[in-house]
């Protein structure tokens, strides 16, 4: 698969973040998720709007980081190349602004102004997922690595799997919603 441009550069910026986090948060003793993760709290009480955009390039831990960028290396680079940068780019912090919003809509109805993070750009990679879902419905592709189904198949699942998942354990902090 080719990198484009435009994914070249989210996956390293999401990988320096990752790197400053883990070695501030784990070696040096400082706050960076609690500063720069998506908290409900925080934008209502102290007016971090800036959360809406920084949550998108922490992450919870290694597997998650992973995750996502495989499926924006993936997936990304392909619709990238079909859409052009400008509206690729536009395309995916619409999507991971829309999730954030979501969340704290989510948790000051259901849940008062909870402080449980939201951190990762899951929102973003699933918006991709769901695009290319629409414009590659009949392409086949392996869930979990092993069993072969057409992508609109697969997004639904995934989309089944994460609302199960925003529901039932939203206290993760990771970026369900």
């Not at 484009?4 to 998720?33: C, E, K, M, S, Y």
């Not at 209502?44 to 949550?55: A, E, G, N």
């Not at 199960?164 to 993760?172: G, I, K, L, R």
Request: hydrophobic share 55%.
């Amino acid at each position: 698969i080719r990198t484009t441009p435009t994914v070249r550069w989210l996956l390293i910026i999401n990988i320096a973040a990752f790197l400053v986090q883990l070695v501030g948060d784990h070696f040096l003793g400082t706050n960076i998720l609690e500063m720069f993760s998506l908290v409900p709290s925080a934008i209502f009480d102290r007016h971090r709007y800036w959360q809406f955009l920084t949550y998108m390039f922490m992450h919870a831990d290694m597997f998650h980081i992973l995750f996502n960028m495989l499926i924006l290396w993936m997936i990304g680079s392909e619709l990238e190349a079909q859409w052009g940068a400008k509206f690729f780019i536009k395309y995916y912090f619409v999507c991971g602004l829309s999730a954030g919003l979501f969340y704290l809509g989510v948790m000051s109805i259901f849940r008062g102004q909870a402080s449980v993070p939201m951190m990762g750009s899951s929102g973003a990679v699933y918006g991709l997922l769901v695009a290319y879902g629409i414009i590659y419905s009949e392409r086949m592709m392996l869930f979990m690595m092993v069993f072969p189904m057409k992508a609109k198949h697969f997004v639904m699942i995934l989309a089944a799997i994460e609302f199960v998942s925003t529901v039932f354990y939203s206290n993760a902090g990771v970026a369900n919603a």
